[in-house]
């Protein structure tokens, strides 16, 4: 498959461990945000969302955490998968319904 | 399998070139949106189309275009190529005009030498 990125922040873990990914969003104003998961060689999928009037959310396996004092982000991954190594972006929407998207980070999960 | 589709996957051409990349959205999805994701700047919004009109424009350059057509697939026409244009092209489809999920395809990947 093709790289997204070569210069993202890595995150390595053991297959079962829980994995945490963080993200700082930029504006005060964005009211909607959203987890996407991208595997190699493949388009960004949707994982999760939050609103802005929410602090967490939970699906399966996994948990976004938000923070609007500090305007942070984060992405809980509960036992972690080999599947679930890929690039993960935040994203988020403020005023425009178009989302701006995060550098994002690499998850290598370790068997 | 989002069910966008995109083509071609591999497209390697010269700079000051002309390509059309082509995008089918999810049955049913009446928006389309482009976007641009290089190494060093991530994903980048270039445009959306929403039911054959132009919606909304980010960072696109003007020798870039694109359209919808009344079957709602669309192409984005990148012309006058140079090297720093390579990068991966996504396409996005969705619902309704301000959906907040969006589908992505698989991308096309773009190398100009």
């Known amino acids: 498959g093709e790289s997204v990125g070569l210069h993202l922040p890595t995150l390595s873990v053991q297959e079962g461990d829980n994995s945490i990914i963080n993200c700082a969003y930029s504006?005060?104003?964005?009211?909607?945000f959203i987890w996407y998961k991208q595997e190699s060689g493949k388009g960004p999928q949707f994982i999760i969302d939050?609103?802005?009037?929410?602090d967490k959310r939970q699906g399966q396996r996994v948990t976004v955490l938000l923070n609007k004092t500090v305007k942070h982000l984060s992405l809980q991954i509960a036992a972690t998968q080999p599947g679930d190594s890929a690039v993960y972006f935040c994203?988020?929407?403020?005023?425009?319904?178009?989302?701006?998207f995060g550098r994002g980070t690499s998850l290598i999960v370790h068997p | 399998d989002s069910g966008v589709t995109q083509t071609p996957k591999h497209l390697i051409t010269a700079t000051g070139q002309r390509v059309t990349l082509r995008c089918s959205p999810r049955?049913?999805?009446?928006?389309v949106y482009w976007y641009q994701q290089s190494l060093d700047q991530g994903l980048q919004f270039l445009i959306q189309?929403?039911?054959?009109?132009?919606?909304a424009k980010g960072n696109i350059l003007e020798r870039f275009s694109a359209q919808q057509f009344p079957d709602l697939h669309s192409e984005l026409n990148l012309s006058s190529l140079e090297l720093g244009d390579s990068a991966l092209y996504f396409c996005?489809?969705?619902?309704?005009?301000?959906?907040?999920?969006?589908?992505f395809g698989p991308g096309t990947r773009l190398t100009v030498t």
């Open positions: 996005a489809s969705s619902v309704m005009t301000d959906s907040y999920e969006q589908y």
């Open positions: 504006n005060s104003a964005s009211d909607y």
């Open positions: 939050i609103r802005s009037n929410m």
């Open positions: 994203a988020e929407r403020g005023g425009s319904y178009i989302p701006t």
């Open positions: 049955s049913g999805d009446l928006s």
């Open positions: 189309y929403y039911n054959g009109e132009e919606r």
